[in-house]
């Protein structure tokens, strides 16, 4: 896919997240305030996404590739680590909740996604900042 492509499909992305927390928040009538902190911490992640993509699109301009084959290989080997750790901590989780249930404490489904997701961007972060700044000896 070409990078300019990418760049407006990440664009796209957010800009649907900040379109269907907006119908949340109508929907709910002010109800509750949940609705109105989870939009405001997505239109602060649409604000980061939107300097990154505008930075991504200075580069492309001015001739930047992406990426090239190091970052390439450092974000799979990133992406490959963090999958199999996740997997494994999603797992060992698991088995944490269902012991849990057993003894009556019953912990929602939405704050279980979102520990497990947690946990997983942060791994992921993890693991590319530590090859990032290992480098190509990562690699061997």
């Keep these: ?61 001015s001739g930047i590739p992406l990426q090239d084959e190091r970052s390439r290989a450092l974000r799979g080997r990133a992406s490959h680590f963090s999958f199999y750790t996740s997997l494994y901590l999603t797992l060992m989780l698991a088995v944490v909740f269902i012991a849990l249930e057993d003894r009556g404490i019953l912990i929602p489904n939405s704050e279980l996604l979102f520990v497990v997701v947690a946990i997983m961007g942060s791994i992921h972060i ?10 190509m000896k990562a690699l061997e």
């Excluded at 800009?15 to 405001?40: K, Q, R, Y």
């Design 126 to 135: 993890a693991f590319s900042t530590y090859y990032n700044r290992k480098g």
């Design 1 to 61: 896919m070409e990078e300019k492509a990418k760049i407006w499909m990440m664009a796209g992305v957010s800009a649907l997240v900040l379109l269907v927390g907006a119908m949340m928040i109508v929907l709910t009538d002010g109800a509750n305030t949940w609705p109105i902190i989870a939009f405001l911490v997505v239109a602060l992640l649409a604000v980061v996404a939107l300097f990154i993509v505008s930075r991504a699109m200075k580069d492309v301009r």
